[in-house]
T-cell receptor, first 113, second 115 residues
Framework: NAGVTQTPKFQVLKTGQSMTLQCAQD?????MSWYRQDPGMGLRLIHY???????DQGEVPNGYNVSRSTTEDFPLRLLSAAPSQTSVYFC????????????FGPGTRLTVT | AQTVTQSQPEMSVQEAETVTLSCTYD???????LFWYKQPPSRQMILVIR??????QNATENRFSVNFQKAAKSFSLKISDSQLGDTAMYFC????????????FGAGTILRVKS
């Protein structure tokens, strides 16, 4: 049982480049989400999904796209990277109950130059 | 909107002593849950303790306990017998079914345990 996995662990992009951060979980969790962590701001919700085929915006969705074609995978796409997207990104999952423990991936440190 | 405030950006404590991290939150909901997460230098997010708002009894997990004051909307974390391994960033977080079960985090408190 690998839990929540994220790839890559580190990435450097140039402004305007695109990329996809991968996230997968093997716990059959319905709820998955993406957060970004910036100094002094805690973790902020980017997008989330309550099940395959269903996604919704969080607090800071601009510049990011998501899709949920399977229960296991929830990739995050940056269409045109900007320096303001330099951050650490966390994927998380939990059961649909809402108040169960949320399991986090190891994070991806993204730098946009 | 639901907000979570951690007013202590950094704290330090001597090994074996007790430290309390503060957290306040703002909500109009009556049904919600509060969490403390630990993020060590490895960056991994680890759930430390959870409190249901409808429970009056404060949650306890070994050396970690909370002081939940619902009327004051306060949720502090007490770490007893601090250990070097407790050095980490600590986040207070809030979730409410009425707010779509979205987890809202505070800005975090860096705790340094000194030997």
């Amino acid at each position: 049982n690998a839990g929540v996995t994220q790839t890559p662990k580190f990435q450097v992009l140039k402004t305007g480049q695109s990329m996809t951060l991968q996230c997968a979980q093997d716990m059959n969790h319905e709820y998955m989400s993406w957060y970004r962590q910036d100094p002094g701001m805690g973790l902020r919700l980017i997008h989330y999904s309550v099940g395959a085929g269903i996604t919704d915006q969080g607090e800071v969705p601009n510049g990011y796209n998501v899709s949920r074609s399977t229960t296991e995978d929830f990739p995050l796409r940056l269409l045109s990277a900007a320096p303001s997207q330099t951050s650490v990104y966390f994927c998380a999952s939990r059961t649909d109950s809402g108040v169960g423990e949320q399991y986090f991936g190891p994070g991806t440190r993204l730098t946009v130059t | 909107a639901q907000t979570v405030t951690q007013s202590q950006p950094e704290m330090s404590v001597q090994e074996a002593e007790t430290v309390t991290l503060s957290c306040t939150y703002d909500t109009s909901e009556s049904n919600y849950y509060l969490f403390w997460y630990k993020q060590p230098p490895s960056r991994q997010m680890i759930l430390v303790i959870r409190q249901e708002a409808y429970k009056q009894q404060n949650a306890t997990e070994n050396r970690f306990s909370v002081n939940f004051q619902k009327a004051a909307k306060s949720f502090s974390l007490k770490i007893s017998d601090s250990q070097l391994g407790d050095t980490a960033m600590y986040f207070c977080a809030f979730i409410s079914p009425e707010y779509g079960n979205k987890l809202v985090f505070g800005a975090g408190t860096i705790l340094r345990v000194k030997s």
